[in-house]
């Protein structure tokens, strides 16, 4: 069936280096997209969200692109911290009547201090 | 409270007993989801409430599961007969109708023995 993929299991960047997470989708009805945090033994947390009618959605210390040509997904997140070490989960809409996602498997990223 | 509340945290269970998973989403928001987590991968979708009425159940994975929310606010959700591959995180989500991204308890551990 149609999912989401990450290309990258594992990314592992200094601390203050900029970090890019990958996300590929297969779903062109998709309307709607998400980036989720996960810390180890707490639930993902929402960190920003983007609507298929924009390219680049800027939040605090991260931005999201969104390239609907290659069906591709992308995170940044500037002057990377330690407390950025999660697991990064993108996720779509294919519903559209409701909030239904569907997620990735994830990309677990690591802060060299 | 001010976030989504589950409980227990840690579950383990003795494979054919039945378990039974709290959740107590945000109050007022509308909408509640149940979420499967499988270690290392994405959360997978289970099934979703509308206030008192489950619009979506399409995702639980046998008649083994069941969830209710009888009164539109707390969630539970029952598995009978739990197998080994019942083991995983179970996630609830809630949201105000409408917004965007889902606010995430912590998760009810489940382990089958």
């Known amino acids: 069936g149609e999912s989401v993929g990450l290309h990258l299991p594992t990314l592992s960047v200094q601390e203050g280096d900029n970090s890019i997470i990958n996300c590929a989708y297969s779903n062109s009805a998709s309307d709607y997209f998400i980036w989720y945090k996960q810390e180890s033994g707490k639930g993902p947390q929402f960190i920003i969200d983007i609507r298929s009618n924009m390219d680049k959605r800027q939040g605090q210390r991260v931005t999201v692109l969104l390239n609907k040509t290659v ?13 950025d070490s999660a697991v990064y989960f993108c996720a779509e809409n ?15 990223l690591q802060v060299i201090p | 409270g001010a976030g989504v509340s589950q409980s227990p945290r840690y579950k383990v269970a003795k494979r054919g007993q039945d378990v039974a998973l709290r959740c107590d989403p945000i109050s007022g928001h509308v909408s509640l989801f149940w979420y499967q987590q499988a270690l290392g991968q994405g959360p997978e979708f289970l099934t979703y409430f509308q206030n008192e009425a489950q619009l979506d159940k399409s995702g639980l994975p046998s008649d083994r599961f ?3 929310r009888p009164e539109g606010s707390v969630s539970t959700l ?27 308890g912590s998760g009810t551990r489940l382990t089958v023995v």
């Open chain 1, 71 to 83: 069906k591709h997904l992308s995170l940044q997140i500037a002057a990377t911290q330690p407390g």
């Open chain 2, 66 to 68: 069941f969830a209710e």
């Open chain 1, 94 to 108: 294919l519903s559209g009547g409701y909030q239904k996602v569907t997620f990735g498997t994830g990309t677990k």
């Open chain 2, 78 to 104: 029952k598995i009978q007969r739990t197998q080994q591959e019942d083991s995983a995180v179970y996630l609830c989500a809630s949201s105000q109708q409408g917004a965007g991204g889902y606010t995430f």
